[in-house]
T-cell receptor, first 111, second 114 residues
Framework: SQELEQSPQSLIVQEGKNLTINCTSSKTLYGLYWYKQKYGEGLIFLMMLQKGGEEKSHEKITAKLDEKKQQSSLHITASQPSHAGTYLC???????????FGAGTRLFVKA | GAVVSQHPSRVICKSGTSVKIECRSLDFQATTMFWYRQFPKQSLMLMATSNEGSKATYEQGVEKDKFLINHASLTLSTLTVTSAHPEDSSFYICRALQGASEQYFGPGTRLTVT
């Protein structure tokens, strides 16, 4: 969707390195979701952010939503092969869970 | 935790036939379910929003006569791809809402039309 841009499209990192994935919306968000997807499988919910400036963490993954609620970043610390997959951000603009997804970022972690 | 299942997980059908995909919420009632499709290496595209007991709302560009959605109960929504063609081959994923705050994705159904 042109409303939601994810970058980079793909990323190759060495195991143990940190990385950041960005998600930018052209409109103010009601809520922002982060998901992980393995090829050919369903989506695994990671985090939801709703408040401007909000930051959440789960294990080695941290996600932030900027004050304007138009940009979010997902940061992985000390990446591991288990982090490999496609990360998708999803935008909710109305509060009705009608989520629009970004194109995804394919993450490869080299052991 | 809440679980959403999809059946079948994989299906191969011949061109011109119809295929039904089921999405079930196993331990909660889902008043709203969403259907997405995903082409290889692409993101999810919202096809339609399905509310129990009412007609589905389709996104722009999605043919409602081709993709029939029925949300007959609070635990079941079905997507029927009618007169399937090879270009309909895709990964179809449902998403179910529990109340006003919880939402869960199904594991997806891979449809291949030969």
């Amino acid at each position: 969707s042109q409303e939601l841009e994810q970058s980079p499209q793909s990323l190759i990192v060495q195991e143990g390195k940190n990385l950041t994935i960005n998600c930018t919306s052209s409109k103010t968000l009601y809520g922002l979701y982060w998901y992980k997807q393995k090829y050919g499988e369903g989506l695994i919910f990671l985090m939801m952010l709703q408040k401007g400036g909000e930051e959440k963490s789960h294990e080695k993954i941290t996600a932030k939503l900027d004050e304007k609620k138009q940009q979010s970043s997902l940061h992985i610390t000390a990446s591991q092969p288990s982090h490999a997959g496609t990360y998708l951000c999803g935008a909710d603009y109305t509060g009705g869970f009608k989520t629009i997804f970004g194109a995804g970022t394919r993450l490869f972690v080299k052991a | 935790g809440a679980v959403v299942s999809q059946h079948p997980s994989r299906v191969i059908c011949k061109s011109g036939t119809s295929v039904k995909i089921e999405c079930r919420s196993l331990d909660f009632q889902a008043t709203t379910m969403f259907w997405y499709r995903q082409f290889p290496k692409q993101s999810l595209m919202l096809m339609a929003t399905s509310n129990e007991g009412s007609k589905a709302t389709y996104e722009q560009g999605v043919e409602k006569d081709k993709f029939l959605i029925n949300h007959a109960s609070l635990t079941l929504s079905t997507l029927t791809v009618t007169s399937a063609h090879p270009e309909d081959s895709s990964f179809y994923i449902c998403r179910a809402l529990q109340g006003a705050s919880e939402q869960y994705f199904g594991p997806g159904t891979r449809l291949t039309v030969t």
